[in-house]
C-alpha cells in the first residue's frame, strides 16, 4: 500500500510539472472554440490555479496579494489612458465621413494611371492609420467605397479586395496604433524585470513614444513596398489594374485642387498626435487627448452647414489649440511655484483663455454632432471596444499570475535558451510561433498572453527592446489578413459584394502577407529601421 502511495504522488508531481503547459494548450482550445477571450483567460487560470493548489504546485498567496495589486496598477497605468482616448478619435473620424472624401478624390488623383485606384487606396489607408489606427473602420469604410467602384472599372476581384484589405491593416503599425500602446506597456513591464533578474536594481525604461518613433519607419517601409507591388501588377498585367476614364476622373488640377482641400485636417491632427509625441511636448496619454478633441472639432466643422457660426467657433479653438502646444513647449506653465516672470505669467493666462476657447469649440462641436445623431453611436462603440480591451486586460493578468507560480516563465526560458542558434534562433522561433497564433488568435490575446511570457527571457538574451517589440507588432499586423480569422478579410467580406468570393479575397491577401514576411525580415536583417530614428530623438 505504501508503495501504491508513493507511486501516486510521484505521478502527481509528474502531472503538477506538466501544469503551465497544458493551462496554454486548455486556453488556446477555449479560444478556438469561440468562447470570449476575457473569460477564457480569467476561467482557465482559476482553474488550474485551483488544480496546482490541490496537488501542492501552486501558492494561493498570488491571488491574495500580487493579483489585486495588478489590478490597480492596470486601474492606474496613465499610458493605457491612452486607449479609449484613441478609440474615441478613431470612431469619431469614422462616423463624420472623413475616409469618403480623401478616397474620392485621391482616385480621381491617381485614376489615370493603371492600378490608380489601388495606390489611392493604400495612400488613404496610410492617412487614417496615422489618425485613427482601427483597422475594422478603415477596411469597411474603403470596402464600402472603393471596391464596388473598382470591381466595376474592370478590376481584378483578388487584386481589388487584397489592396482593400492590407490597407486597413496600416494603423496596426503606423502610430498612433492600439496595439503599440499595448505592446509599449508590455514591453516596459518586460524590460523592467529582465533588468532585476540580470541584478540592474535601477532599470531603465522604454515608453509608448520610443516605440512609436521605432515603428514609423517600418510603418512608412511597409506602405511602400504594397505601392511597388501594386505598380508592378498593374505593369505587368495591365488588364487586372486599368485606368480610369477621362470622364469620371475630370481634370487633373481639379481633382489636385479638391485633395488639397481635403488633405489638411487629417494632416493637421496627424502632425498634432504624432508630432507632439516625437517632438517629446506630449506623453502619448495627453496627445490622445489632443487627438480626440481635434477628431470632435473636424467632425463638427465637416458636418456644420456652410455659413454656420459652429464653423466659426471650431476654427477660433483648433487655432487656439495650436497657441496652446505652442506655449505649453515654450514656457513653464506650472502654477504651484513660489515666483513666477511676468512673461511666464502672461503665457499662463493665455493658455487660460485658449482652454476656454477649445472647450468653446468642442461644445460647438457635439451640438452639431447630436444633431446629427452621432453622440449616441459614438458613445456605445467607444465604450464597447473600450470594455473588450481592459477586460482582456484583467483576465491576460491573472493568466499571466497563474501561469508564472506554475513555474511557466522558467519552462519558456529553458526552452529558448535551449533553442538552436542563441537569441537569433530563439528570435526566429518566437517569430513563427507568434505568426502561427495569428491564423487562430486576435493580436489583442497574443499581445497581452504570449509577450508578457516570452519578452523577459528574449531581453535576458541581449535583445533590444524596442526591436523587439516593432518585430512583434509587424508580425502582429499579419494576424489580420491570415485566413481563415483574419479580421480584415471577415470585415471585408462582410461588406464585398456577392460576385466576389471569399477564395478570392484569400487569394488577394496573400501576396501582401508575403510582403509582410519580407518586411519582417528586412527589419531582421537591419535593426537600425526600427532603432535609428529612436536613439536620434530621445539620446541626450
Known sequence: MEGFLNDVVLCLCACANWLDIAMVLTLCALLLAGYPAAFSLAGTALFYGLLGLSMGAFDISFFAEPYPIRIFGIMNNQVLIAVPLFIVMGVVLEKSRIAEDLLDNMARLFGSLHGGLGISVTIVGALL???TGIVGATVVTMGLLSLPTMLRRGYDPAFSAGSIAAAGTLGQIIPPSI??????DQMSNAWQKAQLAQGVYAPETVSVGDLFAGALLPGLMLVGLYLLYQTAVASITPKKAPALPKEERGEYGAALLA????????LALIVAVLGSILAGIATPTEAAGVGAVGAMLIAGYRLAPKGHSARMLILISAAATLVLVLLSSLL???????????AEQAGIIAAALCCLLIGTGVVASLVVMRKDRLINSVVEKSASVTTMVFTILIGAALFSLVFRGLGGEETIASALAATPGGAAGAIIAVMIVMFILGFVLDF???????VPLVAPALLMMGVDPVWLGVLMAVNLQTSFLTPPFGFALFYLRGVAPESVRTMQIYRGALPFVLIQILALGILALFPEIATWLPSVMYTD
Not at 445 to 450: A, C, K, M, N, P
Open 129 to 131: 492609420a496615422a489618425s
Open 179 to 184: 496595439v503599440l500602446i499595448l505592446l509599449g
Open 259 to 266: 485633395a488639397l482641400k481635403t488633405l489638411p485636417p487629417p
Open 332 to 342: 513653464d506653465l506650472r502654477l504651484g511655484r513660489t515666483s513666477i516672470p511676468p
Open 444 to 450: 489583442i490575446e497574443i499581445t497581452l498572453v504570449v
